[in-house]
């Protein structure tokens, strides 16, 4: 068995109130959150900012590969659920 694939502890899990560093899950995973909310909020102001500086043609053809995308995927929904 490699490092990879060895159980931490004796029953194969980790701990469930602390990793390695002592910090507890709730604030890990709260930082977390917060960073992804951060990042995602700077790519979407990034994207909103190049797609307000696109010509009127170019944003058409992005609604229309849009709509088309859409479209596709609800055929493809309907179709499993036979709707």
């Given at each position: 068995?490699?490092?990879?694939?060895?159980?931490?502890?004796?029953?194969?899990?980790?701990?469930?109130?602390?990793?390695?560093?002592?910090?507890?899950?709730?604030?890990?995973?709260?930082?977390?959150?917060?960073?992804?909310?951060?990042?995602?909020?700077?790519?979407?102001?990034?994207?909103?900012?190049?797609?307000?500086?696109l010509?009127?043609?170019?944003?058409?053809?992005?609604h229309?590969?849009?709509?088309?995308?859409?479209?596709?995927?609800?055929?493809?929904?309907?179709?499993?659920?036979?709707?």
């Open positions: 068995m490699t490092d990879t694939y060895k159980p931490l502890n004796d029953n194969g899990s980790t701990p469930s109130s602390q990793h390695s560093d002592n910090q507890p899950n709730s604030t890990r995973d709260a930082s977390r959150a917060l960073l992804a909310g951060v990042v995602g909020g700077i790519v979407s102001a990034a994207g909103y900012l190049i797609y307000s500086r010509p009127d043609e170019q944003r058409d053809r992005l229309a590969q849009g709509r088309a995308l859409l479209e596709s995927r609800i055929n493809e929904m309907r179709s499993r659920f036979n709707i």
